[in-house]
């Protein structure tokens, strides 16, 4: 019987030691048709630049190419970081995807730029203030409303005759939870790194709500930091992966992601654990059972619709087999071929 609660997946294409980020690409697209052939909901590409540990610097390519090696699951961006990109080109981009693979994709937007201050100046990123601004060019471009005489009133967007694809913005703190209802766009907080509480941020989404073309209903999505293996002591090795490369991104040290072996050994200090228990709090590791319930417990608590798992490990094996496990103890099973109607579903 299929479960309740919908899972998907948030793929960050995490490259680990002794491998390529070319490698870790590659290995994105064996995780994407894991997940279409388990029957997780959604695939979701975050966009990050300048990090070694990170090899998801261009969702759109990610999203193409997972979705013409797919049948069935949505895939998206978790999300495009607005501040990096034109908005016409955001709206060009994906029109075209949802053109080539009709009712099988999101657009995900998020208004932090996803790296370092040096790695942003390069890519010219924008003040994260100007995010509004950019919503509405992107909206007047995708409506049509840019006003008689505004110099983009002329703009022919290619292609035509193409839907923008559902809309989710993305937060970690709430801020722009208001700003997502009032929009009728769908919401997604970032509970796989954020401390902050989801519920607060959720509450204030679905009282601000307006119903729009593609979301007649709030939608609200869980994103939450998950890893699962056949027993206890198994997943919490494999976990010290994640640990040791959250405490090393807090010193500000840009590294792959460890291995177990080598995290098993690494000489914490006391500030240091204190560090890894704040993690460890944060995410979910077990066995599949206790995994499901607490993410259950968690999407219930925040009044979450949906759960989104980001799930980081040196093995790419390891993390095919910790979705392949939560799928099995979710029940999940294949469903039809995806459309437009299925964002909500």
């Known amino acids: 019987?299929?479960?309740?609660?919908?899972?998907?997946?948030?793929?960050?294409?995490?490259?680990?030691?002794g491998r390529s980020a070319a490698d870790a690409l590659r290995d994105a697209r064996r995780l994407a048709q894991a997940a279409d052939r388990l029957?997780?909901?959604?695939?979701?590409?975050a966009e990050h630049h300048g990090m070694p540990s990170i090899a998801s610097a261009s969702p759109e390519v990610l999203i193409g190419d997972a979705a013409g090696h797919t049948t069935r699951i949505r895939v998206g961006s978790g999300g495009v970081m607005l501040p990096n990109h034109v908005p016409l080109r955001v709206v060009e981009t994906y029109r075209t995807l949802a053109a080539l693979y009709d009712g099988r994709i999101d657009l995900g937007i998020g208004r932090a730029g996803g790296s370092d201050q040096r790695?942003?100046?390069?890519?010219?990123?924008?003040?994260?203030?100007e995010f509004a601004r950019q919503i509405a060019e992107m909206r007047a471009f995708e409506y049509g409303e840019f006003p008689e005489g505004h110099p983009f009133a002329a703009v022919g967007v290619v292609p035509d005759e193409v839907r923008l694809p559902p809309v989710f913005i993305l937060g970690s703190s709430g801020a722009s939870a208001e700003f997502a209802g009032l929009?009728?766009?769908?919401?997604?907080?970032a509970g796989h790194f954020s401390h902050s509480p989801a519920a607060p941020a959720f509450e204030a989404y679905r009282a601000a709500f307006r119903p729009s073309r593609d979301?007649?209903?709030?939608?609200?999505?869980?994103?939450?930091?998950a890893i699962t293996a056949e027993e206890e002591d198994e997943a919490r090795f494999l976990a010290g992966s994640m640990?040791?490369?959250w405490l090393r991104l807090r010193r500000g040290e840009m590294r792959k992601i460890a291995s177990p072996e080598e995290a098993a050994s690494?000489?914490?200090?006391a500030q240091d654990r204190a560090v890894v228990e704040a993690y460890r709090r944060m995410s979910i590791t077990g066995t599949p059972a206790a995994v499901l319930a607490e993410i259950e417990d968690r999407a219930r608590e925040a009044g979450a619709d949906e759960a989104m798992l980001a799930t980081n490990l040196w093995s790419q094996e390891a993390r095919i087999r910790s979705f392949t496990l939560l799928a099995g103890a979710a029940g999940l099973s294949e469903a039809p071929r995806a459309t437009r109607e299925t964002a909500l579903a």
């Open 183 to 189: 929009n009728g766009y769908g919401y997604g907080f």
């Open 119 to 129: 790695t942003l100046m390069a890519l010219r990123s924008l003040d994260g203030n």
């Open 215 to 225: 979301f007649p209903e709030p939608r609200t999505v869980l994103c939450l930091a």
């Open 39 to 45: 029957g997780y909901a959604r695939l979701w590409y």
């Open 1 to 17: 019987m299929s479960h309740a609660l919908p899972l998907s997946v948030l793929d960050l294409v995490p490259v680990p030691e």
């Open 243 to 245: 640990e040791l490369s």
């Open 266 to 269: 690494y000489p914490y200090e």
